[in-house]
Nanobody, 121 residues
Framework: QVQLVESGGGSVQAGGSLRLSCAVS?????LAWFRQAPGKEREGVAQ???????NYAASVQGRFTISRDNDNNALYLQMNNLKSEDTAMYYC??????????????????WGRGTQVTVSS
């Protein structure tokens, strides 16, 4: 059974940084961070594939970095140069391994409860 627990959210001024953490249990496939702002659909932010590759949403490319620590069963999201539009609930997600190409941010079926990130301008 997959369990995902996020932490590290908070309030920060625009231009600041935050580091999100996700404690991962039972997941061996691809992991990712999603976010959902009020009134908006959930969107993929960053993905760490089980083979080590990464994918980023265009809106965060160059500002956010996803990393994975398999020894400590953790997933991280380093967020720099935060903007007000980054304000959202951030979720850690997992999907099983697939033996065929799968689009980024698709077919995730395990989710954490989320951690709130608020960026003030």
């Amino acid at each position: 059974q997959v369990q995902l627990v996020e932490s590290g959210g908070g309030s920060v001024q625009a231009g600041g940084s935050l580091r999100l953490s996700c404690a991962v249990s039972g997941a061996t496939g691809t992991l990712a961070w999603f976010r959902q702002a009020p009134g908006k659909e959930r969107e993929g932010v960053a993905q760490h594939n089980y083979d080590g590759g990464t994918n980023y949403a265009a809106s965060v490319q160059g500002r956010f970095t996803i990393s994975r620590d398999n020894d400590n069963n953790a997933l991280y999201l380093q967020m720099n140069n935060l903007k007000s539009e980054d304000t959202a609930m951030y979720y850690c997600a997992a999907r099983p391994r697939f033996f065929k190409p799968v689009p980024p941010f698709a077919h995730f079926d395990s989710w954490g409860r989320g951690t709130q990130v608020t960026v003030s301008s």
